[in-house]
């Protein structure tokens, strides 16, 4: 048995989300505030036993955010089960009112935790005529928590994430329509508290590693003390009446020792001394507090480490973050083995974020090697390296929208031969593809190497700060990678960036022509057709999916780099691939003429000299705030980063001020009015137009003025 789907509806970030989740192992990812811990809250209400009475106390905090009004609304958490055990206990406990019977057995079950309003408060809701807001107000009035009920239900049929499945059975606030059902069949039979799924299954939870030390001494978390419990209550008391005798006749020996009979009677004199015969207690002992009971005797153990070779055992606040983490993980991941070894119907095994401080090889090894039978292990995590070796049809990606949080799954609806593509690709390529906000896809080193640094110069931002990850897909092939951003999948933008190839010198047939230059025309006439027959496959491609959006270098990136005005970037690197003299200044002039033949075939004879990779290191380090971005490049950048916040556009703003050429000439009025009216702008109190009417003049030709046209 294992869970295959969790639907939340109002459940603190979430408005409405649907996990999918498979056997074995899955992998949920997201930033932070995605809501990953809220998903497994969200479980443990309903499956953790240790969480199980806060189901039936969740408050107006528990509702999401983005509700206008939480009065009156629901809030749901629906489990959904397939290959339901067919143990007797937990079919008879899913024949009671979980399960959909199948073939006379139980196959798939739903478990649901709905939090909704009083039959009494429903009940007045549905006697409102259709469109009494006064009356709604009325009824919502002073509504609390209080005013609400925890009912745990099973064998529901709705899909509690669609809307007007939703609005059907809570209500249409907006219009005041509210059902006469006050508990429709749709959402299930009621479960009695006294069934507890939990009872029959193994559910354990690894929290996320913040403060190790102190989940080793408090008594409630510390995961020693938990399996040592367990330990105590299996050993037979007879076993241990040698041991607690010991114990006894040792703290009758430390009691019995003259220097503490003497502290005891010192003790008594000085409190008489003081407060009196009256007012002295009338008994008084110093006593050893070694533990005789067989528990407490264990409780007492504690765990040295050591993590070097020096044969130094140190307790668990002398080793570093990394051990110390291990070393709780390990430790509750054997409290789940010896729970595992009491043959519950499911196993269940929810580690959060179990990266902090291990080393990347620990991380997916520790990955590579959860994968205990019968169990469904369910991790959250930051990290790429985890995530790397994830099976991508088991990832669940969790991304903000606004107020909300929404839950992806890349493969849904992809076929075999793009799943394969996919996974080969996350296998082979080490990238944060599925952590990004938004994505750029390009095909060489170049770009991957020198984007980056141009926009950080030009634009004073870099492009993880614009949430964008620039990701070099290689001789992958951009529809392989391209096809997990789509409705269906990662509802994230993604901008594809390629070259045309187009000929930037004369190809005209030649008799006179050199054998070098006659097959230089035949390759540049070829990319020029292979690059045009690429724009229409991927503008065919992206056509309909408004996730994707397609740039076009003319020629290739170096020539559209050079012709973007970075002239002297390229002059300056020069010396860095020629050594002779004259080789150099042909190089120069070269560069600095006009001509795209000559221009282009320089950059291009350098980079396959030098190597685009390289070459690309070099003038990734001489950018500067004046080089230019390519416009495809600049728009590919604002596609992805839609919309364009506009605290992020006014920090843009001060910075290209800051740099701008003209600036010790403009007059300081000039400058602080156009600062004025950014300011203005990021407030909201003007708009683009006023905002471009104060800049354009003051820097005219900046790069921030065709940013501009993409705020």
Not at 292 to 313: K, N
Request: glycine share 6%.
């Amino acid at each position: 048995m294992h869970i295959s789907r969790v639907q939340l509806v109002n459940f603190r970030n979430f408005e409405r989300a649907d996990a999918v989740f498979k056997k074995g192992v899955n992998t949920i990812i997201g930033e932070n505030s995605s809501g990953k811990t809220n998903l497994f809250r969200a479980i443990r209400l309903l499956l953790d036993a240790d969480q199980l009475r806060w189901a039936y106390r969740l408050d107006e905090t528990d509702f999401h955010r983005g509700l206008k009004n939480w009065r009156g609304h629901w809030i749901i958490i629906s489990l959904e089960f397939s290959e339901v055990s067919q143990d007797e206990a937990i079919q008879a406990l899913f024949l009671h009112g979980a399960g959909t019977i199948e073939g006379g057995a139980i196959g798939r079950a739903t478990y649901n935790l709905i939090f909704r309003p009083s039959a009494a408060i429903r009940s007045k809701l549905g006697e409102l005529e259709e469109g009494d807001q006064a009356g709604l107000a009325e009824v919502l009035k002073g509504l609390t928590t209080d005013d609400y009920e925890t009912v745990l239900t099973g064998k529901s049929t709705a899909d509690f994430t669609d809307p007007e499945v939703y609005t059907a059975l809570v209500g249409d606030f907006d219009e005041v329509r509210f059902p006469k059902e006050l508990s429709p069949p749709e959402i299930g039979g009621p479960i009695p508290r006294a069934l507890s799924v939990t009872k029959e299954i193994c559910f354990t939870f690894v929290q996320a590693l913040r403060d190790v030390v102190a989940e080793f001494q408090g008594q409630r978390t510390n995961p020693l003390l938990t399996l040592l419990r367990s330990k105590s209550g299996e050993i037979d008391p007879i076993t241990l009446e040698p041991i607690t005798e010991k114990v006894k006749d040792l703290n009758e020996a430390i009691e019995n020792l003259p220097d503490v009979g003497e502290i005891r009677t010192d003790i008594r004199q000085t409190i008489r001394d003081a407060a009196g015969e009256t007012y002295s207690p009338a008994n008084l002992a110093v006593r050893s507090a070694v533990p005789a009971e067989a528990e407490r005797l264990f409780q007492s153990l504690r765990l040295f480490v050591g993590e070097t070779e020096d044969d130094y055992e140190g307790a668990i606040h002398e080793l570093s973050l990394g051990g110390a983490n291990l070393i709780y993980l390990t430790l509750k991941l054997l409290e789940f083995k010896y729970q595992k070894a009491k043959q519950a119907c499911a196993n269940f095994l929810l580690i959060e974020e179990p990266e902090a401080h291990i080393h990347t090889h620990i991380q997916k090894t520790l990955f590579d090697r959860l994968t205990y039978t019968d169990t469904q292990v369910i991790y959250s995590t930051h990290s790429t390296h985890i995530s790397e070796v994830s099976n991508v049809e088991n990832v669940n990606i969790l991304a903000r929208n606004g107020a909300r949080c929404e839950v992806y799954q890349p493969t849904t609806d992809l076929n075999e031969s793009d799943i394969r593509s996919v996974q080969r690709y996350l296998d082979a390529v080490r990238s944060n593809l599925l952590f990004a906000k938004s994505v750029i896809l390009v095909e060489g080193d170049a770009e991957e190497i020198l984007v980056p640094a141009l926009v950080k110069e030009v634009l004073g931002l870099s492009l993880d700060e614009l949430g964008i990850s620039l990701i070099n897909v290689r001789s992958t092939g951009f529809e392989n990678v391209a096809v997990l951003f789509h409705d269906d999948r990662i509802r994230k933008r993604c901008a594809i960036v390629t070259d045309l190839d187009a000929c930037f010198f004369d190809t005209t047939t030649n008799a006179a022509d050199s054998e070098t230059l006659a097959k230089q025309k035949v390759k540049a006439i070829n990319s020029a057709a292979a690059g045009i027959a690429r724009q229409a496959r991927l503008n065919t491609f992206k056509a309909g999916n408004p996730w994707l959006s397609t740039h076009f270098a003319q020629c290739t990136f170096e020539v559209e780099f050079v012709r973007a005005g970075n002239v002297e970037v390229v002059v300056d690197s020069v010396g860095t691939v020629y050594v002779d003299p004259a080789t150099i200044q042909a190089a120069t002039d070269d560069l600095r003429s006009a001509d795209p033949g000559r221009f282009g075939r320089r950059i291009l004879t350098m980079a396959d000299n030098a190597g685009k990779g390289w070459l690309a290191i070099q003038l990734a380090k001489r950018v500067t705030a004046k080089s230019r971005i390519p416009p495809y490049l600049l728009e590919a950048i604002f596609m992805a980063h839609r919309p364009l916040n506009r605290s992020v556009l006014v920090n843009m703003i001060h910075y290209r001020l800051n740099r701008h050429d003209n600036l010790a000439l403009l007059p300081p009025i000039v400058v602080a009015d156009v600062r004025a009216r950014a300011a203005q702008y990021q407030r909201g109190e003007i708009d683009k137009a006023a905002l471009l009417a104060a800049l354009a003049p003051a820097i005219p030709g900046d790069v921030i003025i065709e940013v501009l046209g993409y705020a």
